[in-house]
């Protein structure tokens, strides 16, 4: 293949993916050096493309530009930690390529990132924003200036009139609870991992474990940990789940705010001797893939249609669509996955 000809490649690849979601290519001396070909090179690439439509100049002739057509597509943006990639985030991309539209991650390490301002700057139709932590006020009031087209997952900022996309109703958690009451378990715990972003749907989890505790006389302790941002999840469960099985007496059955501390719990039963689904129950909520992947599968709480919220989302948000007034994007179906961690029934306790 002539090396102008996998320029062109490139050149598509990044297009359709939203590299150059503000519809211009940087000029050419910068494009070889970025392509580490000759300018020559770079510029009979850049013609080729002009000859198939895909790229066009300005009326100066000074800028290359995405062709119009090509730029009609849903351009979407997804602002995340770099260390979390969840199956919302590949449902994400999986909708906007179908949709035909353009795809760009920005992956950022604090709220104070640049390439979260690269991204509210872009030309973005729609932008799924993911922070690791409490944006400061200037985050804040950039994010509420650009209310129209961004979608927070996880994180209630509605109050500046910002949509979020959450996961399953709060609700499922008394359906799970219920199900283990069912089962005989009279004593349920709670653990939850804490760090500095804001979560509404963590703190209405435990809220409602509590609840249900209180109107069915049952017993529970909750047990949290306070954790540095950019950290892996697990570990700090890990280490928390083993002080528990050392000092702490062994309830009916854990309730995992997240998969990944239901991970660490895993773990810290498989040293204790402990058999998960015999001596004692563990679920959890969302993360329906990785439940499903562990031994014994893991009990969550399922997030139910939501590659068909974020689909209506990116429709309305794609060129000639029609936005909604609605601030929250949740399913109101209750699904679990009882998997094979509950113990079947409770006796003797």
Excluded at 80 to 108: D, M, N, Y
């Amino acid at each position: 293949m002539a090396k102008y000809q996998e320029i062109c490649d490139i050149l598509v690849t990044r297009i359709r993916q939203g590299e150059y979601a503000d519809s211009q290519l940087p000029n050419l001396r910068q494009l070889a050096e970025d392509m580490g070909v000759s300018y020559l090179t770079a510029r009979q690439a850049v013609n080729q493309l002009k000859t198939q439509g895909i790229l066009a100049s300005d009326a100066s002739g000074r800028r290359t530009l995405v062709k119009a057509e090509l730029g009609s597509r849903p351009r979407v943006a997804l602002i995340t930690p770099f260390w979390h990639i969840s199956e919302w985030h590949l449902t994400i991309r999986k909708v906007v390529l179908e949709l035909g539209g353009q795809l760009k991650v920005f992956a950022c390490t604090t709220s104070t990132d640049t390439t979260i301002d690269d991204a509210l700057n872009g030309s973005f139709d729609l932008i799924f924003i993911q922070l690791p932590e409490t944006p400061p006020p200037r985050l804040l009031e950039r994010m509420s200036k650009c209310s129209d087209k961004i979608v927070t997952l996880f994180q209630d900022y509605t109050a500046y009139g910002i949509r979020s996309l959450e996961g399953a109703q709060i609700s499922s958690v008394n359906v799970m609870m219920q199900t283990l009451l069912d089962r005989g378990h009279r004593s349920i715990d709670y653990i939850q991992i804490l760090s500095a972003a804001p979560s509404r749907d963590l703190s209405l989890r435990r809220q409602h474990w509590q609840n249900f505790l209180d109107i069915h006389g049952l017993e529970g302790r909750a047990h949290t940990r306070s954790v540095p941002d950019y950290s892996e999840r697990q570990f700090y469960a890990l280490e928390l789940c083993r002080e528990l099985l050392e000092h702490h007496p062994l309830p009916d059955a854990f309730f995992c705010a997240t998969v990944p501390i239901a991970v660490g719990m895993y773990r810290a039963c498989f040293e204790a001797g402990i058999r998960i689904g015999k001596d004692i129950s563990v679920f959890s909520f969302g993360g329906t893939q990785d439940a499903r992947l562990m031994t014994p599968a893991l009990a969550t709480i399922l997030n139910p249609e939501v590659e068909q919220l974020i689909r209506d989302l990116v429709l309305q948000y794609s060129p000639g669509g029609k936005k909604s007034g609605r601030l929250v994007y949740q399913s109101d179906k209750i699904e679990i996955f009882e998997g094979e961690s509950l113990m079947e029934k409770v006796t003797g306790k």
